[in-house]
Nanobody, 123 residues
């Protein structure tokens, strides 16, 4: 089992920034992917960003490229999502997820999920 705990959500104005954190604990794996997804009311959960733990390759949804940055701290077992130039359409619950495989773009690829943290961007 892997436990994921997100933090860092909140209310911010358009153009502002937030940094989300996700701490992972429990069983360890030699290779895996950590991802961020988001879900707005009435919409499906969508991919935001992912990072491979070995190699540090990163992937982003087109809607957040150039504004969001995913990173990791191996020593702290933590993955971050730095969100800049936030827009009202970024408003959603953001989820951290853990994936033992090599695919990254769909929720079905992920094995463990955090509880989510609310991000609200006011116009």
């Amino acid at each position: 089992q892997v436990q994921l705990v997100e933090s860092g959500g909140g209310l911010v104005q358009t153009g502002g920034s937030l940094r989300l954190s996700c701490v992972a604990s429990g069983r360890t794996f030699s290779s895996y992917i950590m991802g961020w997804f988001r879900q707005a009311p009435g919409k499906e959960r969508e991919f935001v960003a992912a990072i491979t733990w070995s190699g540090g390759w990163t992937y982003y949804a087109d809607s957040v490229k150039g504004r969001f940055t995913i990173s990791r701290d191996d020593a702290k077992n933590t993955v971050y999502l730095q969100m800049n130039s936030l827009k009202p359409e970024d408003t959603a619950v953001y989820y951290c997820a853990f994936n033992r495989g090599t695919n990254w773009g769909r929720p079905a690829y992920y094995d463990y999920w955090g509880q989510g943290t609310q991000v609200t961007v006011s116009s």
